[in-house]
C-alpha cells in the first residue's frame, strides 16, 4: 500500500510517500518547502506568513514527490489535523481532502506528535514498548509508546515554554540570528558549559517528575546579561550559550531516564527539531548507556517537520485496522496528544 503523508502545522510544507507491507514502511519520497528565512527577519514564525507560504508550496511539493516516488496516486492520504497554526493547519487538510476525494482514495486525519515518534521506524525498524522524547520550537513531551497502533500516553510536557522556543529566545537575546537552535549550539562549541550556574527547572522534591519549565532558564539568562552589560563587562556568547544549552539538555535527559525507568522500558526515542542539538544527544548517548537503556534517534532530516512522518503514522493507523476519516473532518490546532489516532 502507498501512504501519502501531507505536513502544515508550523512553517514546512512536508509531503512524504511510503510503501507499507503491512508491518513495515519503505521511504519512497520526502520533499519539504520551508519557509524559514520569510520568518528570520521577525525572529519568528508569523502565523499569516506561514498560511501563505503553504498554499504556494502545497501543489509544488506535492508534484514533486509523486515524481520521486514514480507513482500516479497513492492508495491512502494521511494527513496532520493537529496540534499547530490554525491556519497553516487549514492549508493542509484542504489539500489532502481535494486530492482523497479526486482520486477516490481513503483520508486518514493524525496527530502531529505521533508522526515524530512513528517515524523513527523507518531507520530502526518495529518499535518496541518506549518512552519518546520530543522537543522542538512548539513542542516538549515524554511520552509513553505500547504499540505504534495503540494511544499514546503523555507523561509530561512543558508548563510553559518548549525547550526549542527558549533555545531562539536566548539566541535572540544573544544577537545569534534565527532560527536560533542551530546557531546557539554552534556558539556552544567554544564556550564551557559550567561556566555559569543556571537553574534546572521542575526538579525539585515537590515538582512533577515528568514535567518541564524553562521560561524560569531564559529570564536567569536574561538577567545575567543584564547583570554584565550593567558591570562592564563583556558579555561570553560562548559560555552562555554552553551554560544555558546544558541546563536545557541535563534537565530533558535526565527525566526522559525517570520515565524509562518508571515505565520499565529499555528504549528510548528521540523526536523533535530541537533533537538536532548535538548536547541533547551526546547526554542522551551518556545517560541511557549507563542506565541500560537503547537510544534511538532519527537522522536530522526526519527529526524536524516533514511529511514523511505523517504518511508513516498513517501507515501504522491503518495496519492498525482504524477506520478512514470523513472528508468533514476538522482541523484541532490545540489537539491533545492523548487523542492520536495512534
Not at 507491507?21 to 519503505?26: P, R, V
Not at 506535492?62 to 491556519?87: N, S, Y
Not at 501504522?316 to 487523542?339: E, F, R, Y
Request: proline share 6%.
Amino acid at each position: 500500500m502507498i501512504v501519502m503523508g501531507i505536513e502544515s502545522s508550523c512553517d514546512e510544507t512536508g509531503v512524504g510517500i511510503v510503501d507499507w507491507d503491512g508491518q513495515t514502511a519503505t521511504l519512497l519520497a520526502d520533499e519539504v518547502a520551508s519557509s524559514v528565512d520569510e520568518h528570520a527577519r521577525y525572529g519568528g514564525v508569523v502565523p499569516e506568513v506561514a498560511s501563505r507560504a503553504h498554499l504556494q508550496a502545497m501543489v509544488p511539493t506535492l508534484t514533486r514527490a509523486r515524481e520521486a516516488a514514480r507513482i500516479d496516486r497513492p492508495d491512502a492520504i494521511a494527513v496532520t489535523i493537529g496540534p499547530g497554526l490554525a491556519g497553516a493547519l487549514l492549508v493542509g487538510v484542504a489539500a489532502a481532502k481535494a486530492y482523497a476525494l479526486a482520486w477516490n482514495v481513503p483520508l486518514y486525519a493524525v496527530n502531529h506528535l505521533g508522526g515524530h515518534v512513528a517515524v523513527d521506524t523507518l531507520e530502526h525498524g518495529p518499535m518496541p514498548s518506549s518512552v519518546a522524547l520530543l522537543v522542538s520550537g512548539g513542542h516538549t513531551h515524554l511520552l509513553g509508546i505500547d504499540h505504534l497502533s495503540q494511544p499514546i500516553v503523555e507523561m509530561g510536557t512543558t508548563v510553559d515554554d518548549a525547550a526549542g522556543e527558549a533555545f531562539d529566545k536566548v539566541a535572540r537575546l544573544l544577537d545569534l540570528g534565527y532560527p536560533g537552535g542551530p546557531a546557539l549550539d554552534a556558539a556552544a562549541q567554544q564556550g564551557d558549559p559550567s561556566a555559569i550556574p543556571f537553574p534546572r527547572g521542575m526538579t525539585g522534591p515537590r515538582d512533577a517528575p515528568y514535567d518541564f519549565s524553562f521560561s524560569g532558564l531564559k529570564t536567569a539568562v536574561a538577567r545575567f546579561v543584564e547583570g554584565e552589560v550593567r558591570a562592564g563587562r563583556e558579555v561570553s556568547v560562548p559560555d552562555v550559550a554552553a551554560s544555558f544549552q546544558e541546563a536545557v539538555a541535563d534537565v530533558l535527559t535526565a527525566k526522559a531516564i525517570r520515565a524509562c525507568q518508571a515505565r520499565d522500558v529499555s528504549t528510548l526515542v528521540l523526536g523533535g527539531g530541537a533533537t538536532a542539538n548535538s548536547r541533547i544527544r551526546s547526554l542522551a548517548q551518556e545517560r541511557t548507556e549507563n542506565a541500560g537503556i537503547d537510544l534511538r534517534v532519527p537522522r536530522p532530516r526526519l527529526c524536524t517537520d516533514n511529511g514523511v512522518m505523517v504518511a508513516t503514522l498513517g501507515a501504522h493507523v491503518i495496519g492498525g485496522g482504524a477506520p478512514a476519516s470523513p472528508l468533514t473532518v476538522a482541523t484541532d490546532p490545540g489537539m491533545s496528544v492523548q487523542i492520536s489516532k495512534l
